[in-house]
């Protein structure tokens, strides 16, 4: 990206062609508006950069289909040196030739053509340097179809475009549409410019548009194009005094026939810039993050590293890229289009100078060691602010303009270490992820690496394949609320990711559903599909492993059955009005999971409860999902099971950052084990990039945990469905109480313990053999035949622990007392999985002590 000291903003407006509001598609949809299917191509845009081309930094769609593209043009027109040098000599018309064709030759290899050279887009920055503006109006008006306008200059344009005539799809004159301009009608464009530079006047501006293009039309019965427009023109003897390298390059350019005429990249080729392109070095692109080429940053430090921050009248915000100083701007408040309105004319001082300061901010942000123990410099002056402004909403950190500088800042360095830095991009992403880089930040949570567009390359995406027919019908309806996914674009990359996917794994089939978990992935990177499709096959194994099989019922309801005893273990009350009106997950929650809530929430939502989903392991989801159900937990339980479809027909608001916050807390009160299935993803072998060898943000994922004696066994899913609680395994427990040979030692800040083991046990087996500090509360004491807590010693002991995570214990798996104690709604209540029999060969029994 260009430097902000090297770079002016501009923009430019139109309006996008009208459809009619009566006419629909051949999916009985509306049309899509002309407005969005330019924002759409633009997209593409965005990515094409060039030391010969003005770069594309945003487009806004305005009202009324009105379109405004914003970009980096310079300061000085071709135009102005003519008047103001004259006649040129040759070498700076072959330099200007050269530097404009190897504009036109990059955008070539990138499926474009210019089709509007003129004097007003050819433009020249302050070292002399040839850049093309408005190169991409004709790509991204799909060849000029979706305005009402023509793309091109008469003045300049080809004879074989203006043989063609004006064409818009609605005019009923025309049956179909002319083939798009090619390469070669950008070189008569040039010719025409180049004539003009030589001769120092403009060509055809005086005459009518009819004798314009009558003129330009009968160039074709004349040998010498050249010599015919000097002698119209009155300025044959300056042509014939140019040197004849000059007068061959303008005959190859102004050549009547397409056919006969040469296109950018043979011209740059041609005999006669064999002495210019001596001074030229050829562009190489920067090699992108994913990829099989070696990369590196070339960064000096000076000895002392404080040097880098010594002058404080240094620019340092005018070192970043202008596509951040944009991002800072609009952050602040810029508004486009109200700045177009109020200026009525495009400035050569962009609205960019409304940027707030930014002055304060010490030079060191803007170099942050990457080891908080090494930095020895001095903090900003708003550092306190700063650090005040991390405790605040997300949603007003995101638009502290500030704030988002050094972040943005801060993140760029670490992923351009990655994947050496992923520990520290863990690290940060834990305490929020800048929207700017969040498609690189989740490609490096999830932990991409390789040539991934090479992998994207060669999967077949074209061949027919049964499953085509049900991505067609689903797309259109897949977040169309968005004007990017809703592009013709925008369908377009869904289909080629979304069939990738498919054909890469022959295993799984294509449910509904899918095209929704596609659409986070795509949004954030549009313009590389290949990385949407290494996300988003990274993303489906961990958190829904073999979810999309053909048949994926016992895997569906095993995490149903899972998410019911979540749902019990951390609200009991809950649980049981739910089961009582028989309003379980199957009615609701398989669109939640099997879409991870993309199904549910818009976009904007969806990165935020992503940014932390990314961080936690594959049993997050359901916090996720009761974290949703306690939100609406006052109307859940004041309804019976008709009210609460009609409730979960049409989701009420959500407030995600309330669901995020709760999610994690109800994540820490569950143990590892708790959400242990026996279908999840298999443990990863070593050097795999998984999350639970990575940084952790919470805990490892359990199915990650090498197996041994004392982990969980799988259980048949009858079985499963009988148990209201969770159970817990042996391994866990010990780690939970930190029990070792001297007794349990895990305590909270109050002194009590997290957890309680109660062994329902008869009080001869307790004293054969218990864990360590657990307390012995026989099953036959505590409960009525009937299931109600009897009011004894026994359950006055068991009221104390309340809130706490409570181990049922016993001989074998009896889950009776653990349902009991959800019936009359104690919480986090579990039982060890195997009993104490799983205990018995580790040693940590212990007897009491003999009475004296």
């Not at 003045?155 to 083939?179: C, K, M, N, T």
């Not at 070669?184 to 025409?192: C, E, H, I, P, Q």
């Not at 999830?446 to 991505?471: C, M, V, W």
């Not at 009858?718 to 939970?736: F, N, Q, T, V």
Request: net charge negative; aromatic share 8%; proline share 7%.
């Amino acid at each position: 990206m260009k430097p902000l000291k090297d770079a002016q903003l501009g923009a430019f407006t139109f309006f996008a062609s009208a459809l009619p509001h009566d006419v629909c598609g051949s999916n009985g949809l509306p049309l899509t508006p002309n407005s969005i299917k330019i924002l759409g191509r633009f997209q593409l845009l965005k990515t094409i950069t060039h030391p010969r081309l003005c770069q594309y930094v945003d487009i806004s769609r305005g009202k009324h289909g009105m379109t405004t593209s914003v970009g980096c043009p310079v300061v000085m027109l071709l135009l102005l040196i003519t008047r103001e040098e004259g006649n040129m000599t040759s070498s700076p018309v072959l330099q200007i030739a050269h530097e404009v064709l190897e504009g036109l030759e990059f955008m070539n290899k990138n499926g474009m053509v210019h089709r509007a050279l003129s004097p007003h887009n050819v433009l020249m920055d302050c070292k002399g340097n040839i850049k093309l503006a408005k190169f991409g109006l004709y790509h991204m008006t799909d060849h000029g179809a979706d305005v009402d306008f023509p793309i091109g200059y008469p003045s300049y344009l080809a004879p074989e475009v203006i043989a063609q005539g004006s064409f818009h799809p609605s005019d009923p004159s025309h049956d179909e549409a002319p083939l798009p301009s090619g390469p070669k009608t950008d070189v008569w464009s040039l010719g025409v410019l180049l004539f003009e530079l030589c001769a120092g006047r403009r060509l055809l501006q005086n005459i009518d548009i009819t004798e314009r293009l009558k003129f330009i039309l009968t160039l074709g019965c004349m040998d010498d194009i050249v010599t015919v427009l000097a002698e119209e023109h009155g300025c044959l003897d300056s042509i014939k005094a140019l040197p004849e390298n000059v007068l061959e390059l303008l005959r190859k350019c102004l050549t009547f026939l397409p056919s006969k005429r040469p296109t950018p990249a043979e011209l740059l080729r041609d005999p006669v810039f064999s002495e210019v392109s001596r001074i030229y070095t050829p562009y190489q692109k920067p090699v992108s993050l994913f990829s099989s080429s070696l990369r590196c940053a070339h960064l000096e430090l000076p000895e002392d590293i404080s040097d880098l921050c010594k002058d404080d009248d240094e620019d340092y915000l005018s070192q970043r890229a202008i596509d951040e100083v944009y991002h800072l701007w609009c952050l602040a408040g810029g508004d486009l289009e109200k700045e177009l309105t109020n200026k009525e004319i495009i400035q050569s001082k962009p609205p960019i100078c409304t940027l707030p300061k930014l002055k304060d901010v010490a030079g060191e942000a803007y170099y942050p060691l990457l080891e908080d123990e090494q930095s020895s410099l001095p903090q900003s002056n708003s550092s306190n602010e700063l650090s005040s402004t991390v405790t605040l909403p997300l949603i007003i950190r995101e638009r502290d303009t500030e704030y988002q500088l050094i972040r943005i800042i801060l993140f760029d360095r670490l992923l351009k270490a990655y994947p050496y830095k992923k520990n520290l991009v863990w690290k940060e992403a834990r305490v929020d992820i800048p929207p700017l880089v969040r498609g690189l930040a989740w490609a490096a949570l999830l932990g991409i690496e390789g040539d991934i567009q090479a992998k994207y390359e060669s999967i077949d995406k074209d061949t027919p394949i049964p499953t085509d027919r049900q991505i067609e019908v689903d797309i259109p309806r897949c977040h169309q609320y968005d004007e990017l996914l809703s592009s013709p674009q925008g369908h377009i990359k869904f289909r080629r990711v979304l069939k990738a996917w498919v054909v890469s794994h022959p295993d799984l089939v294509y449910w509904q559903g899918l095209d929704s978990l596609c659409a986070p992935f795509l949004y954030l990177n549009f313009n590389n599909e290949a990385l949407a499709y290494a996300c988003m096959s990274a993303f489906i194994p961990k958190y829904l492993y073999n979810f999309f099989l053909k048949d994926n019922s016992h895997v569906i309801q095993e995490y149903l059955t899972v998410f019911s005893q979540m749902i019990a273990f951390h609200d009991p009350e809950l649980s049981n009005h739910l089961n009582e009106i028989g309003f379980i997950p199957d009615l609701y929650a398989i669109p939640w999971f099997l879409t991870m809530f993309t199904h549910v929430f818009p976009l904007h939502k969806i990165f935020h409860l992503w940014d932390t989903l990314l961080l936690g392991n594959s049993s997050f989801p359901f916090c996720i999902g009761v974290a949703i159900l306690q939100q609406l937990r006052d109307r859940l339980l004041a309804n019976g099971f008709n009210e609460c479809i009609l409730l979960f027909s049409d989701l009420p608001e959500i407030d995600i950052e309330r669901c995020v916050r709760e999610s994690i807390n109800l994540f820490c009160w569950t143990p590892k084990s708790a959400t242990y299935r026996q279908h999840a993803q298999p443990p990863k072998v070593a050097g795999d990039n998984g999350f639970g060898k990575t940084a952790t943000y919470y805990s490892s994922d359990y199915q990650d945990i090498p197996k041994t004696d004392l982990s969980r066994e799988p259980l048949a899913l009858c079985d499963l469905k009988a148990e209201m609680s969770p159970r817990i395994s042996a391994e866990d427990l010990i780690d939970l109480c930190e029990l070792s040979l001297a007794g349990p030692t895990k305590r909270t800040k109050t002194g009590k313990p997290k957890i309680v083991a109660v062994d329902i046990r008869t009080g001869e087996d307790f004293n054969r053999g218990h864990i360590s500090g657990s307390i012995n509360i026989p099953f036959n004491t505590t409960f009525s035949p009937e299931g109600e807590l009897v009011q004894c010693p026994a359950s006055g002991v068991l009221q104390n622990y309340r809130g706490r995570v409570i181990v049922v214990i016993s001989h074998a798996m009896k889950s009776a007392f653990a349902t009991h104690l959800v019936k009359v709604n104690f919480p986090r209540v579990c039982i060890l999985d195997g009993g104490i029999n799983k205990l018995k060969p580790t040693g940590l029994l212990t007897v009491p002590s003999p009475q004296i």
